[in-house]
C-alpha cells in the first residue's frame, strides 16, 4: 500500500507549486484518500486536493476532471492493491483451496479498508453506478485474475470443469455481496466482528463447494 500524506494542508505561496509533470500521481492520490477520509467526498473540491498535495487546480485538471474522477482512480489504486496482496501470486500453483482461501482474505481485507467504510458512511452513491450499471477497471482485474486462476485450478482438477469466465463471474459476485451487504446483515458497521467471522466461513464453505466436482466422492 503506498506511502500516505500525514502532512497538513499546504499554504504556501503559489510558486511553490510545482508543474504538473513534476508531481508524481500516487503524491496526488495520497492527498485526496486523507481529504477523503476527513471531510468525506461530498464536501470535497478539487481546490481541497491541489492545496493537500501542493499542486495548482490547473494541474489537477490536466489530469483528471473532477473530484469523482480522482476519486475512482484512487478506488481502482487502493482494491487492485488489495487484490494483488489478497489472491494468490500468477506465478504460484493454484488450487481449488488456495483460490478460496484468496477470495475470503480479499473480502475481509476490502471490507474493512478505511477507504470503502468512509464511503459506505458518507457517500454510498459512489458506489451505485459499479453496482448497476457498469464495470469498473478494478472490477475487470479481478474478473481476469480469477478467471486466470480457474482455468489453472480446472486444468489440474481441484476445480470443477465449467467455462471460467462464467465461474468467476459468479464468485465474484457472491463476494460482492458479503463485502458490501454482509455488515448489514451482522450489524457490524465496522466491517469485522464475531459474526462476520462465522459469516466468512460460511463463504469458505459455499465457495469450495460451488467450485468442487459434484461426481467426486473423495472431496
Wanted: net charge negative; glycine share 8%; charged share 25%.
Amino acid at each position: 500500500m503506498s506511502q500516505r500524506i500525514n502532512n497538513q494542508v499546504s499554504t504556501g505561496p503559489r510558486s511553490e507549486l510545482k508543474a504538473a509533470n513534476a508531481i508524481p500521481e500516487e503524491q496526488i492520490l495520497d492527498a485526496a484518500y486523507q481529504l477523503l477520509l476527513t471531510i468525506g467526498m461530498q464536501r470535497l473540491t478539487m481546490a481541497d486536493i491541489a492545496r493537500q498535495a501542493g499542486v495548482s487546480r490547473a494541474t489537477l485538471y490536466r489530469r483528471w476532471g473532477g473530484v469523482r474522477e480522482v476519486i475512482g482512480a484512487l478506488t481502482t489504486r487502493e482494491w487492485t492493491a488489495v487484490t494483488l496482496a489478497a489472491m494468490p501470486a500468477a506465478d504460484e500453483p493454484v488450487g481449488r483451496a488456495e483460490l478460496v482461501d484468496g477470495v475470503v482474505r480479499l473480502v475481509r481485507l476490502i471490507r474493512v479498508h478505511p477507504l470503502l467504510r468512509r464511503i459506505v458512511e458518507l457517500d454510498p452513491d459512489f458506489l451505485t453506478p459499479y453496482l448497476l450499471t457498469r464495470r469498473g477497471s478494478n472490477t475487470n482485474h479481478q474478473l481476469e485474475m480469477l478467471e486466470a486462476a480457474l482455468r489453472l485450478g480446472i486444468a489440474q482438477g481441484s476445480v470443477r470443469a465449467g467455462d471460467p469466465a462464467l465461474l468467476a463471474r459468479s464468485v465474484l459476485l457472491t463476494a460482492w455481496s458479503f463485502t458490501l451487504t454482509g455488515p448489514v446483515f451482522t450489524d457490524s458497521p465496522e466491517g469485522s466482528g464475531p459474526e462476520l467471522d462465522r459469516l466468512d466461513e460460511e463463504l469458505r464453505l459455499l465457495l469450495d463447494r460451488y467450485l468442487t466436482d459434484p461426481t467426486d466422492g473423495a472431496e
